[in-house]
């Protein structure tokens, strides 16, 4: 099975940060306003009326409705040039996971690590201290909104938002090892993952429980006398369907066989996503938010979770299985397994290899053709009041985001 891996989500993230629209004013001000929607973040939050996106190191706000993107700060007369501006202060760690707005405040995580001397001076411990921030959109005063112990929060590209509660996957400081030499080694993606949330009305943060739990999910780490390097270690979050946070993990039951594949590939670790070279498996994790247990399900790992739907590719039909709350199924051919499949408007569009829309009510299959998208970095972002929200990139790398028509974007 292709699946986006850590390799590729961190070079669309980078790409992210290069990247913007060429609109901006450094006077312009976030207006306050509740944002819908439970936002999703792949790098960016995504919200029914907007997103956000980082450029210069500060978060910027694209609003749909006026297509103007603008820093996330409303703080009294800033200029948003110094880090105390509220766009840098959210951004200030540059941290893989995305800040969030609640109400009438932005979310974000920090964390420190440190090495603590025994009282005896003989032996050290590794301690890991997290915080979730919060900054005031009024105001501009940020505050420690809850503590986060022992665990690192801000690696972790995929999170949700659930109701009040901020789920996201954390990693432990049991990963840390201390070398022959006495230095010490923190990988972060090394060890224990756990799903953990934040209780956004509240500031009570719960660990709901490991997550690479298989007894195979360590062959990923190989050591070496002086290092240790991960290959596709981060566990995902996949989104919440039917009331269930879905999230998955790949591993191998050999560690012989990655490194077989490493040496076959001659460096080349983009290619360990495909099976034709390492043979993954990918452990499905389901957490019942309205039970607060954990599940199995015998579905395969979603290729998409969005608006009731839950889209997954079949390997043995070849083809995109759209699942609708109401229990019903859509087989959806002429497609391959690409990256970045997505379900807008009830329609599924893919821009990277299949250059196809596929629209799940009258079951037609229409080719995309414009070669405005043909190196696949188009995405379909929102559907408002009968236009779609597209994001493609220009000539010089950076991220246009426009309205346009259905017709428009097909032809």
Known sequence: ???????????????????????????????????????????????????????????????????????????????????????????????????????????????????????????????????????????????????????????????????????????????????????????????????????????????????????????????????????YPQVLISGVYNGKLYMYYQYVTDQQTLLDAMEEVDGNLLLLEDDTYVPWIYENKVYNLETGTWETSDLPVASFIGNDWYLYWDETQQAYVALRSDGTETIIEGFTETDSPRIVNGKLWDFLDSMKCFDLETQTLTQISDSLYQDGTAEVLAYINGMYVVEYYDDSGSAVYEKMTESKLLS
């Not at 999703?40 to 409705?65: I, V």
């Not at 200030?92 to 109400?103: E, H, K, S």
């Not at 005063?141 to 789920?167: C, K």
């Open 1 to 231: 099975m292709y699946k986006k891996t850590l390799l590729f989500m961190i070079a669309a993230f980078q790409a992210i940060l290069l990247a913007g629209c060429t609109e901006q004013s450094s006077e312009a001000q976030f207006s306050i306003h509740p944002l819908t929607g439970e936002p999703y973040t792949y790098g960016r939050s995504l919200y029914a009326e907007g997103l956000l996106t980082e450029r210069g190191g500060k978060a910027y706000f694209l609003d749909y409705a006026t297509m103007e993107s603008v820093p996330l700060c409303n703080k009294p007369n800033c200029t948003h040039s110094g880090m105390d501006c509220t766009a840098s202060l959210c951004m200030n760690d540059a941290t893989a996971t995305q800040p969030i707005v609640y109400q009438d405040y932005v979310y974000y995580f920090t964390s420190i690590d440190q090495i603590v001397d025994a009282e005896d001076g003989k032996s050290q411990t590794y301690e890991i201290k997290s915080n979730c921030m919060r900054v005031s959109l009024k105001t501009g005063e940020a505050e420690t909104f809850a503590e986060i112990p022992d665990y690192d929060p801000t690696r972790s590209i995929y999170s949700v938002f659930a109701e009040n509660q901020y789920y996201f996957i954390a990693y432990s400081e049991d990963s840390a090892y201390q070398n022959n030499d006495g230095t010490w080694h923190y990988g972060g993606m090394d060890g224990s993952q756990y799903l953990c949330c934040i209780n956004l009305d509240t500031g009570t943060f719960e660990n709901l429980g490991l997550v690479n739990d298989s007894p195979y999910a360590e062959n990923n780490t190989i050591l070496s006398e002086t290092d240790s390097y991960t290959i």
